[in-house]
């Protein structure tokens, strides 16, 4: 209950305090700064509040001193039930209950509800640790100012309370001695709560007092709307000059924020000449016949449904697997229960609070911008939804530069919003109460049909997936027992595939390295190397299968089902393996029987063959190994970037790219954070499997080896502490995150291969690491403008006795390769069991076909073939780093149906 009523009330506070301290800290890179923005605007956005509070206060009071001597004679006379009984009918008679005297209160209870907000996220800010300001030397510890004697005192606390009693004394002045009394008890409280907080939380409460005391003063004057209305204005005035002038950002976003503090101003500045327009605007919503209460609610409440729960239950029923068993969340309706938690808080409850303080006609003012701003968000969300290809699970995309909207759509789209606007105006203007009240409910309703059906592919699918979780056995390990079974008289085969692992950053790594360059004794890493998609559910079955597995030829064969093909590509190695002797472990293969989690009960009937998913099964044993139990979350991340990409759906088009804000969602940067809170419960899945790869392989199989290992570590970016690239509680870096987890790969198998030495089974094993894909760079590493590097994946060979430094070889190689590498020696003329066809590398002499399909996830896709577009297929050959290489190819249609 209490995370219910904290996401509802108070998390919607905290998003506005999160965006204004990004901003400003976008602005001016000045986290001392940044807090005091944040104070300003928390307190102009509750100046209003404060006003309407002030006005209920004032009327309590009213009433009270009214009622008073009446109330006193009454409870002189009368006694017990009877002093009830008339005091009930005095109320009565007056209009009046008891409860109404709350509204004297109105004042601290507003201030409650974004103290928490500050408190809960100041309190915690990483970026406020080590930061300075003034003569403040850390904002993240209390100020610590001066010592008397031992004893250390913290001087903010105290000057915050002083501007608290200043501000008290101001306000109230003639006023009764209970209202004195809560004042400055409350005073006392926030003392002894703030006293040994952080600087930055109590230079923003200081802040807030000070504003309130100049509230105070100001209201002692004549007209003080006035005064408050030119202050503001000359603040937004000289703000614009400086993001114009002396700011160094992107010109249009600089242009953007003063353009709207431009029409900010001309807003107040022309306030009184629109007093008539909005009048005659609001008259028909007054009209006693048009309830406004209801089509105010029902707007908020269609707002809500559409952000709180439609457009995520859009995105997650496209891939329910990749938002399922995430940290200890198992299902996916977990993340859509709180969104719609927080939408109901941003859309209905403080907008509805807000609503019962206004006056009928600010009621009919907001009522029509909740109207106007519900027609505004299903045009963008229906009409301009815009394609914006693939989407991760934290709500990024693989290609940002689709935000980048043609001018022409971007005009079109503001054209469609304008008449939505003069539609709604017209309909209000005309008083047609049925259509009115008709969209809203409809809306509702559609949207809660739509959501439902929805939900219903999640909850199915979300079952599949547990179920094949259930029959992989444990899924969590309890302690650290050996998997990996190598043998000591060989010969052994180990193929490593590392997801998006990127071959152009190998050399770097191990330059910087000399015990790398020491542990990896005899390899060779191939440049030259093509993979056949850049995703894993195209690029993964050639890894595995061979060239028989590629795009092309899979559709080719568009007789059997892909998912049957594709688990042909995963059985292939281990049934030659087994039928050559060999003992064979396979880990966490890539969607196994077109499953998000692997579904290794495909491998059942194979008896020499053990498959399980080690990914996620050692996290919580890491974590008590190397983090104290504490973990980094990454369901933290998809919630707090679930609705802010529902607002990012709802906007008008020129906008989103600025809502997107390069996959951050005005949420902190990595690069403003130096505590590894990167760190996500995602990355440590994986790292954990590698990181305890030694004691999990044991050299005690009697007979040859052959271990088929999948690990993620390289498709997530982190941050990790250089030089060894481990997760630290603080980290210094450089660079970029996908870096730094392909570094982290080499220096765990590293010390997982000094482990092989000492046992003995180095020479006689032979080791390739290959990944399905690799990953656009930035552009000193690009292959040509179309970032052709995504097509250049890892294929790093030990072979069997070989010794000396890191060669390179520049042969022309593809990931379709590694069977035939991997049998080499051990199975003459390897026949596929599937086809009865011999493995050949012979498939490449003239070049090879590979797709450029963006279509990541299975259900994309027809049954038995993939859906590739005919200007999605490319040819390359011989130097792959040599643009004029590629080239656009239309693929023999031929096709095999067996």
């Known amino acids: 209950m209490a995370d219910f009523l904290y996401t509802i009330i108070i998390f919607p506070l905290v998003q506005i305090i999160e965006f204004v301290f990004i901003f400003s800290q ?85 201030q409650i509800p974004f103290f928490i907000a500050a408190y809960s996220w100041l309190s915690h800010l990483p970026m406020l640790r080590g930061a300075g300001f003034l003569f403040i030397r850390d904002l993240g510890a209390p100020d610590a100012l001066f010592r008397l004697g031992g004893l250390t005192v913290n001087v903010l606390p105290i000057l915050m309370t002083g501007i608290n009693c200043a501000a008290g004394a101001v306000y109230l002045r003639g006023f009764p ?21 952080p600087a930055g939380l109590v230079l923003y409460w200081t802040l807030n007092n000070v504003f309130s005391l100049v509230k105070n003063i100001v209201y002692k004057f004549k007209n003080p709307r006035r005064i408050l209305g030119i202050t503001a204005a000359l603040g937004l005035l000289v703000f614009s000059a400086y993001i114009l002038a002396f700011h160094t950002g992107d010109i249009k976003k600089r242009l953007l924020v003063a353009g709207f503090c431009w029409a900010v101003l001309l807003g107040v500045f022309f306030a009184g000449k629109l007093r008539p327009a909005v009048k005659a605007l609001c008259l028909p919503l007054l009209d006693g016949n048009l309830d406004q209460r209801a089509l105010f609610f029902l707007s908020a409440a269609s707002l809500a449904i559409l952000t709180g729960i439609a457009i995520p239950v859009t995105v997650l029923s496209s891939s329910p697997q990749e938002f399922s068993f995430i940290d200890s969340q198992a299902s996916p309706f977990g993340f859509i229960a709180f969104n719609l938690t927080m939408a109901l808080g941003t859309f209905v409850l403080w907008p509805g609070l807000i609503f019962f303080l206004l006056k009928k006609r600010a009621q009919a003012l907001l009522c029509l911008a909740f109207y106007g701003l519900t027609v505004l968000a299903a045009i963008n ?148 190397t093509v993979s056949f998609n850049s995703h894993t559910l195209i690029g993964v079955p050639p890894v595995w299968g061979g060239y028989e597995y590629t795009p092309l030829e899979m559709n080719r064969r568009a007789g059997l089902p892909l998912a049957e093909k594709h688990n042909q590509a995963l059985l292939l190695l281990p049934r030659l393996f087994t039928q050559a002797g060999f003992h064979v472990t396979v880990t966490d293969p890539s969607w196994a029987n077109h499953s998000w989690i692997s579904d290794i009960t495909i491998y059942r009937e194979y008896p ?116 060894d690239y481990v997760p630290a509680e603080q980290v210094t870096h450089e660079g970029e995150g996908m870096y730094h987890t392909n570094a982290a790969l080499y220096h765990r198998l590293g010390e997982w291969l000094d482990g092989l030495k000492a046992q003995g089974v180095y020479d006689h094993t032979r080791i390739i690491i290959v990944s399905d894909h690799g990953a656009s760079l930035e552009e000193k590493l690009a292959i040509g403008p179309d970032h052709l590097e995504k097509y250049n994946p890892l294929l790093l060979v030990k072979d069997f006795n070989a010794h000396g430094e890191l060669k390179t070889d520049l042969s022309f190689m593809t990931n379709a390769d590694v069977p035939s590498l991997a049998l080499q020696g051990i199975v003459e003329n390897p026949v596929n069991p599937f086809t009865d066809r011999v493995l050949s590398g012979d498939a490449k002499k003239d070049g090879v076909t590979i797709t450029t399909n963006g279509l990541h996830l299975a259900h994309y896709h027809p049954k038995n073939t993939f859906k590739i577009d005919i200007s999605q297929w490319l040819h390359v050959h011989d130097n792959i780093f040599d643009p004029a290489n590629w080239s656009p190819v239309e693929p023999n249609p031929k096709k095999n149906t067996d």
């Open 608 to 723: 020499n063959v053990d498959a399980l998913n080690t990914m996620g099964r050692y996290t919580n044993l890491w974590y008590q190994k190397n983090a104290g139990g504490e973990r980094r979350r990454a369901s933290e991340k998809i919630r707090a970037h679930i609705f802010r990409f529902a607002l990012f759906k709802i906007s008008p088009v020129p906008l989103r790219r600025v809502i997107y804000d390069d996959g951050d969602y005005w949420g902190l940067k990595k690069d403003w954070i130096d505590t590894g809170d990167n760190i996500s419960e995602l990355l440590i899945d994986s790292y954990a499997v590698l990181d305890f790869l030694p004691e999990l392989t044991a050299c005690d199989s009697p007979v040859p080896s052959a271990l088929l290992i999948t690990n993620d570590i390289t498709h997530t970016s982190a941050f990790l502490q250089v030089p």
């Open 381 to 528: 969300v229906f009409v301009f939804s815009g394609e914006y290809g693939t989407i991760s699970t934290t709500f990024q995309f693989d290609t940002p530069g689709v935000l980048n909207a043609p001018a022409r759509f971007s005009a079109i789209n503001l054209g469609a919003l304008l008449l939505g606007l003069l539609g709604v105006l017209a309909v209000v203007r005309v008083k047609q109460k049925s259509v009115l009240i008709a969209f809203p409910v409809i809306l509702a309703m559609s949207l809660l049909v739509f959501s439902g059906t929805r939900a219903m592919e999640i909850q199915r699918e979300y079952r599949r997936l547990a179920a094949i979780r259930e029959s992989g056995g444990e899924t969590e390990a309890h302690r650290i027992t050996p998997v990996f079974h190598l043998s000591k008289a060989g010969p052994n085969v180990v193929i490593i595939m590392a997801d998006r692992a990127i071959n152009a950053f190998v050399k770097p790594i191990f330059a910087e390295s000399a015990r790398l360059r020491e542990q990896f004794d005899g390899w060779t890493v191939y440049p030259d």
């Open 177 to 197: 001695l209970r209202d004195k009394v809560q004042t400055y008890g409350m005073a006392a409280v926030f003392l002894v709560l703030l006293y040994g907080s």
């Open 26 to 110: 976008k602005v001016f890179k000045q986290t001392g700064i940044s807090v005091i923005a944040v104070s300003v605007v928390i307190s102009l956005l509750c100046l209003p509040l404060y006003i309407v509070a002030e006005k209920w206060q004032q009327i309590e009071r009213d009433t009270q001193k009214r009622l008073k001597p009446k109330l006193d004679k009454i409870k002189a006379v009368f006694k017990g039930d009877e002093q009830y009984l008339i005091l009930s009918t005095y109320y009565r008679q007056n209009r009046y209950h008891p409860l109404y005297s709350l509204r004297s209160s109105l004042g601290l209870l507003i």
